[in-house]
């Protein structure tokens, strides 16, 4: 098929990459023409393993322009993939999402045959009906159900392994308005062994929240049993291991910690809590999830405050600033509230980051960025933050490492404290 991908973030270009590979023409849309000479060229202008090298490959299959038109002028699907930011009272934010409705419904007024547009960016449980559905229809002077499809068909793509992810869904849910449009997205993933969840435009929507608050309730539901199991001395992995034999539980995301960051489950949870207010109707799990994940990471801070009672004057490695590994993505990373707890102390940070030190010099210039992790080892006391394969390889010996990501190498360190084992 021929698809248009408008918005080439981590989302739109995985996804326009992934269906290049499987066959598809794919033509990316995106307001900034570098990331669309780049894309042109083969080459990312995000990090994601794996998506150089499929650029590459189908570069045939696969181009970018800034132009609507010139992109959907073939096209069969439209795909929107554009980011839905967060607003300064956590809810969301939809200016892109309506200007990019908006072009692609000016676009429509002139072609002929029927074409499908499909909402892939995360948006709130009625958007797409009320907010995206009649936005098409005034620009494009069109009928959705007849001359325009619609569906909304969320995404599940973990930074890092969104490629995986993409190739190996554990599910592909597909919310349609209309019949027509549910056979079209079966055709375009007829190639897949998994489930299809079929069901309306809202339901799609609410199952992108709902995974992800869950995923999230998970972590910081493990965290606190895990806080409880470090007062107790109890291993929390073995508590984890234990349970996630359970079919009913399962295993991932019961990895305890500093909890979680990125660049969607705070987004989403605070749209998700923002919009409960609204409707009048309590959240008070998903409340209490974000609550215990904003204490988290500072009880690394007083685990280390035990071991190095006075922070003020004393140098602090900060082992990882990514929100987790194979990301240079820095959004909402539990590093962040750290070394900002160290610095209001009077620590002097050393930092170190594979991929992320970059984006975290933009936020924190002063701190000393280190270019190698042996160097942060210098330092009077050393904290784990992201969970790097190459800080296995570190030696520890002789060291004060407070561990926020349980890595078993560290525990080789004169003193060791996990956070929550
Ligand atoms: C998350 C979801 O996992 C994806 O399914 C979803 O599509 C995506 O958000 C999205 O909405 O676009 P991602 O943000 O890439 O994916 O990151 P995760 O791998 O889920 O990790 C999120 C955070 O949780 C990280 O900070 C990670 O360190 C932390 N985490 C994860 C834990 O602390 N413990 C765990 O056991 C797992």
């Not at 399962?250 to 705070?266: M, Q």
Request: aromatic share 8%.
């Amino acid at each position: 098929m021929r698809l248009t991908i408008i918005g080439s973030g981590y989302v739109g270009l995985v996804t326009g990459a992934c269906f290049a590979k499987l066959g598809h023409t794919v033509t990316c849309v995106d307001i900034d023409p570098e990331k669309v000479q780049k894309i042109n060229k083969g080459v990312s202008p995000i990090y994601e393993e794996g998506l150089d090298s499929l650029l590459l490959t189908y570069q045939d299959r696969i181009s970018a322009t800034t132009d609507y038109n010139k992109a959907m002028e073939q096209s069969d699907i439209t795909f929107l993939c554009v980011g839905t930011p967060s607003l300064k009272n956590g809810g969301i934010d939809l200016r892109y999402i309506k200007e990019s409705t908006q072009q692609i419904a000016s676009t429509l007024k002139n072609k002929k045959n029927r074409h499908l547009v499909v909402v892939k960016s995360t948006v709130l449980p009625g958007t797409t009906q009320q907010i995206i559905l009649p936005l098409l229809e005034q620009f494009s002077g069109k009928k959705v159900g007849a001359d325009i499809g619609l569906a909304m068909n969320p995404e599940f793509l973990k930074e890092g392994v969104a490629i995986k992810d993409f190739l190996e869904p554990d599910r592909i849910v597909i919310g349609s308005y209309d019949e027509k449009s549910r056979t079209t997205l079966r055709e375009l993933y007829k190639t897949f062994s998994c489930p299809l969840v079929e069901t309306s435009l809202s339901a799609a929507e609410m199952i992108k929240y709902a995974s992800n608050a869950f995923l999230a309730t998970k972590i910081s539901f493990i965290n606190e049993i895990g806080n409880l199991c470090k007062k107790l001395d109890i291993d929390t992995y073995d508590v984890a291991t234990g349970m996630g034999f359970d079919k009913r539980i399962g295993r991932p995301f019961l990895d305890s910690g500093i909890g979680w960051g990125g660049s969607c489950f705070p987004k989403d949870i605070d749209a998700l809590l923002a919009w409960a207010k609204e409707l009048k109707e309590p959240a008070r799990i998903i409340e209490s999830t974000r609550q215990v994940n904003a204490d988290q990471p500072l009880r690394l801070v007083e685990l280390l405050k035990k071991h190095v009672p006075k922070l003020k004057g004393k140098t602090i490695g900060v082992l990882g600033l990514a929100f987790k590994p194979n990301t240079d993505d820095i959004r909402d990373s539990r590093a962040i509230p750290i070394v900002k707890e160290l610095l209001k102390h009077g620590a002097l940070v050393k930092a170190y980051d594979p991929q992320a030190m970059e984006n975290f010099k933009k936020l924190y210039p002063s701190l000393t960025y280190c270019s190698t992790a042996d160097e942060v080892l210098t330092a009077d006391a050393v904290l784990i933050t992201t969970k790097w394969n190459e800080f296995s390889t570190l030696k520890y010996q002789g060291k004060i490492v407070i561990d926020g990501r349980r890595l078993e190498q560290a525990k080789n360190a004169k003193i060791y404290e996990g956070v929550c084992w």
